[in-house]
């Protein structure tokens, strides 16, 4: 049984835009605001911050569960009715998550938030895609982008400021006014498309099972595996297994069910498979960088939270002001041309950030953050725009969650091995500097004739000198080779992005010189 939606009103696809963005900032902007909050929660409700991590996992797990069953959610509920609710229980569940008694609490209400979210990104990209005509479907994923790039990187700067100036409660308190208007514009302005059918078919019981255990093992394997020492746990390895069974089940069962929870078929259409795979390595670099800049700054560079948030302002600023531009370009320009210049703008970015050294200041950091910033424009517009030039518009919700779970997956992989490899990367180089220094160097002697004679005048003893001269030098030893790791994995994910360039080749090029359209 079926039934036909009303057609959609004739509405100005800028109010629909504001409409489904107001509400996709917000939750895109939850996945990172709590961040810098996490030792006042840990303090507020008794806990420690290892144990206040599970806010955030609890909120990732529960979003990359939801985020590829939306386009079956919005065939069986309607695309606006799931849209409301959404939003609704976002709204009411950061509520909730503010007013938290204890640490039990709050967890259980951020995996509502992330559950209620995981829609929103697939959806307003759904919504935008149809609503815009072809000639402008450049500008509406450059506005989409802009809500999925800049908000979080403003996170942990909203975040901190929140948190400082009133309390981490009010880091969720902020949604609601956002919330209310999210769902008036949405009541007022979004409507389900004619082709849109609400199918009352079988639920793949199935799918839905081994899709929450295999990407929910997968959230929790990436965010805890650094903390946990990797394969040396093993609760790590318990979750691995689960993974790869879960997942891998999961396909064999997508590609034979009869009506499948995950349309896997849209993987046919070539230029949608490798803009996937394409976005999952951006999601990689961007979230995987995003959490490199201020660990370098703070631990290495002596920088204050505060001071790395504005010393990163520029990528963001880049952002916000290039995007609107190449949504222009995307409908008078080769969509593929714009996505060679923003992955060699942005691995030209991590190539310069490469070659840093301890002694770099704000304008060091400034030009190859712009760089990145525009170059990450160039990427995310034109390449959600080609990417669904294929796909026929009555499957492009399920393409477009896809799409957007693949994003996310290579943000959380990207995040886990920017981590361990800056860590294993900064071992090896210890081992390395330390051959080196040693006794017998005259360069190591003079060195620390240096720092001891330094602490004497401070009024240290000989015997005390020399040990603060030894630890001193072993503390300029590690700041080194920390740098030199740094170096090493800004370099890798500069690397990974030229590698990317041959299969700009294999894309099909979108069909029209006004942009693409979305059925064939």
Request: glycine content about 10%; some cysteine.
């Amino acid at each position: 049984m079926s039934t036909t939606p009303v057609p959609r009103p004739d509405i100005n696809p800028w109010l629909i835009a504001i409409a489904v963005m107001s509400s996709t900032f917000m939750e895109v902007l939850d996945t990172t605001v709590v961040n810098v909050s996490l030792p006042h929660i840990a303090g507020s409700l008794s806990s420690s911050t290892d144990e206040a991590t599970w806010t955030l996992t609890s909120y990732l797990v529960a979003n990359a569960i939801i985020l590829p069953m939306t386009g079956w959610l919005a065939g069986r509920f309607g695309r606006k009715h799931l849209l409301l609710l959404a939003v609704s229980g976002f709204t009411i569940a950061s509520f909730f998550c503010g007013l938290a008694p204890s640490l039990g609490f709050l967890i259980f209400f951020r995996i509502m938030q992330g559950a209620c979210g995981g829609g929103l990104q697939p959806l307003s990209q759904a919504v935008l895609l149809e609503s815009f005509p072809a000639e402008k479907r450049g500008q509406a994923m450059a506005f989409w982008a802009l809500g999925i790039v800049v908000a979080p990187m403003l996170g942990p700067v909203i975040g901190g400021w929140l948190t400082d100036n009133y309390s981490w409660r009010w880091v969720f308190y902020i949604n609601i006014p956002i919330g209310v208007l999210a769902i008036l514009l949405t009541q007022a302005f979004i409507f389900d498309p004619p082709y849109l059918r609400r199918e009352r078919t079988g639920i793949d019981y199935w799918g839905i099972g081994l899709l929450v255990v295999g990407m929910g093992s997968l959230q929790v394997m990436l965010d805890k595996g650094q903390e946990e020492d990797w394969f040396g746990s093993h609760f790590i390895v318990i979750l691995c297994v689960l993974a790869v069974v879960g997942l891998g089940g999961l396909v064999i069962r997508e590609l034979r069910a009869e009506h499948p929870v995950i349309d896997l078929s849209v993987f046919r259409f070539r230029s949608f498979a490798i803009g996937t795979f394409l976005m999952t390595a951006v999601g990689f670099v961007l979230y995987g960088s995003t959490v490199l800049y201020p660990l370098m700054m703070q631990e290495l560079l002596g920088y204050t939270a505060t001071h790395a948030g504005v010393t990163n302002f520029p990528r963001g600023t880049a952002s916000f002001l290039f995007m609107p531009v190449v949504g222009f370009l995307v409908g008078k320009i080769d969509a593929r041309k714009l996505l060679a210049a923003g992955l060699l703008l942005t691995a030209v970015a991590m190539f310069r950030v490469s070659f840093f050294s301890l002694d770099v200041g704000f304008w060091d950091f400034a030009w190859p953050l712009v760089l990145q910033g525009a170059g990450l424009g160039l990427i995310f517009v034109p390449l959600t725009t080609v990417s669904n030039d294929e796909v026929p518009k009555e499957r492009i919700g399920n393409a477009t969650s896809i799409f957007n779970l693949m994003r996310n997956i290579g943000a959380s992989v990207g995040i886990s091995s920017v981590e361990t490899l800056q860590f294993r990367h900064m071992q090896t180089h210890i081992n390395y500097l330390g051959q080196h220094v040693n006794e017998t160097s005259v360069r190591t002697q003079q060195t620390l004739a240096g720092l001891r004679q330094s602490f004497m005048l401070k009024g240290a003893d000989a015997v005390t000198a020399t040990h603060q001269a030894h630890g001193a030098l072993w503390g300029r030893l590690q700041q080194q080779a920390a740098m030199l790791a740094y170096n090493d994995v800004f370099r890798f994910l500069g690397g990974l992005f030229l590698v990317m360039l041959p299969l700009l080749f294999l894309m099909r090029k979108p069909k029209g010189g006004k942009g693409p359209p979305m059925a064939h």
